[in-house]
């Protein structure tokens, strides 16, 4: 397998997650040494970047390694540098990692795809999440038998894959002769056209039907996939008619999942819906201070409380800000004062600010000088396409709204080519100063 390349596709869906500080800190000098049975081990500068991927990025990368390599079992760090020799470039392994972290917990198990650091132990909950939680309690105590199926839909980075992992985590411990099993919808349509092709359709239903709880991530893709509603639909009419739990999670509400068939819509809706928002303060409090004492990090209550009171977005970017306040605490090993916080979060928050999709294209537009339905239309002249290729880029980076969303919105675009615009843009930044200085002049038009 050519692991450059996997590790580099890994890198460029890692770097739409996180903050672009982050991705640079963290993930810089990162590359696949080898895989081995499954076993992927990332190279890593040195052990305090080692440390912090395990702790911080583990679930990450872990994830976006099984999208992309179908055989991934598990990720193991190690130490390495850069030797330089006959011309070439040597890399050579100085230190094995993993010592602090028992192996155990860094494995996904290959029979549920379940990872095991997902826990209720770690989940905070808060007004944001409860009712969801609440649900998750009761399914937990009744599989099957209450509110299925489940359906959580809610913005990225707000803990839904943490939440129905968890449940599933928890059944398979209370009810260990229950069969679980966690996937992306993805992974469900893949093995489906593969069962096609290959004249195995009985196989991949009995496959899926054998289990007592199935979690499906991300069915918010499913709407144009006509086959793959189709068989889900059965399969749902199975797991119901034998009291077996299914769940799902989404970004959107299935009312608003496109083209999604009415019988489906109807299935969801006869278990449970349920969102999870952004959090508020108190909730993103008590997450930050739980992370501190999981990292072992002494911040001043007034620092926390700035910090929780500064960044509102979800939680993926609070622990992002959390994180790149603890890297400095650690890097100048004494304590930070107010002044220090503020500039580190200065460059990493997101515009504090609340605007229709609309409204963003009608301000790329103007500053273009161009007709704002352009934008939506379907064409390949260059200005228009770099405007819209912009206007996507600020809704993902500034706004947090998902890609399909965003193409949904721009005429109706797939969602791969939203992610392959905001890449062409972020790629184009790092050397086009005319271009940075352009968008800092759209997003002074957005106040």
């Known amino acids: 397998m050519n692991t450059k390349q996997l590790w580099k596709n890994c890198l460029v869906e890692i770097e739409t997650g996180i903050s672009k500080a982050n991705f640079s800190t963290w993930f810089k000098n990162t590359s696949i040494i080898k895989e081995d049975a499954g076993i992927v081990y990332v190279g890593v500068p040195n052990e305090f970047v080692r440390d912090w991927l395990i702790n911080k990025y583990h679930k990450l990368i872990t994830k976006t390694l099984t999208n992309e390599y179908e055989n991934m079992r598990a990720v193991e760090y190690v130490i390495t540098k850069i030797e330089n020799a006959n011309q070439q470039e040597i890399v050579v392994i100085t230190e094995t990692a993993n010592k602090e972290l028992p192996l155990k917990d860094l494995y996904i198990n290959p029979e549920d795809n379940l990872n095991p650091r997902y826990h209720f132990n770690s989940f905070i909950v808060g007004t944001f999440n409860e009712l969801a939680y609440a649900a998750a309690q009761a399914i937990i105590e009744s599989p099957g038998t209450k509110y299925n199926p489940f359906f959580i839909y809610g913005g990225t980075g707000l803990g839904k894959t943490h939440l129905i992992q968890a449940v599933g985590n928890s059944i398979k411990e209370k009810y260990p002769g229950k069969k679980v099993h966690y996937m992306t919808l993805e992974k469900f349509a893949t093995d489906f056209i593969n069962s096609l092709q290959n004249n195995k359709a009985n196989s991949f239903k009995e496959k899926y039907r054998k289990y007592d709880l199935l979690i499906i991530d991300d069915i918010q893709f499913i709407g144009k996939m006509e086959k793959i509603q189709e068989e889900l639909f059965h399969t749902f009419n199975t797991f119901h008619e034998n009291n077996k739990q299914i769940i799902f999670s989404s970004d959107k509400h299935p009312n608003y999942i ?150 949904q919105k721009l005429g109706g675009k797939d969602h791969t080519t939203v992610m392959h615009s905001c890449l062409k843009i972020k790629t184009d930044l790092k050397n086009d100063p005319q271009l940075l200085q352009e968008l800092e002049q759209i997003r002074i038009m957005f106040k």
């Open 258 to 407: 496109p083209e999604l068939a009415d019988r489906l819509k109807s299935r969801f809706a006869a278990g449970m819906i349920v969102d999870i928002s952004e959090p508020e303060y108190e909730s993103r409090l008590a997450i930050l201070k739980v992370k501190l004492r999981e990292l072992n990090v002494d911040l001043a209550e007034d620092l926390t409380e700035y910090v929780a009171g500064a960044v509102q977005g979800n939680i993926r970017e609070l622990e992002g800000s959390l994180n790149l306040i603890v890297c400095q605490y650690r890097l100048k090993n004494k304590p930070l004062v107010l002044s220090e916080v503020k500039n580190l979060l200065k460059n990493n928050m997101r515009p504090k600010k609340n605007m229709a999709i609309k409204d963003v294209v009608k301000i790329v537009s103007e500053y273009y000088k161009l007709e704002e339905m352009s934008v939506y239309e379907k064409t390949r002249k260059k200005e228009i396409v770099k405007a819209r290729q912009v206007v996507m880029y600020l809704l993902r980076e500034d706004f947090n709204i998902s890609y399909p969303l965003i193409g």
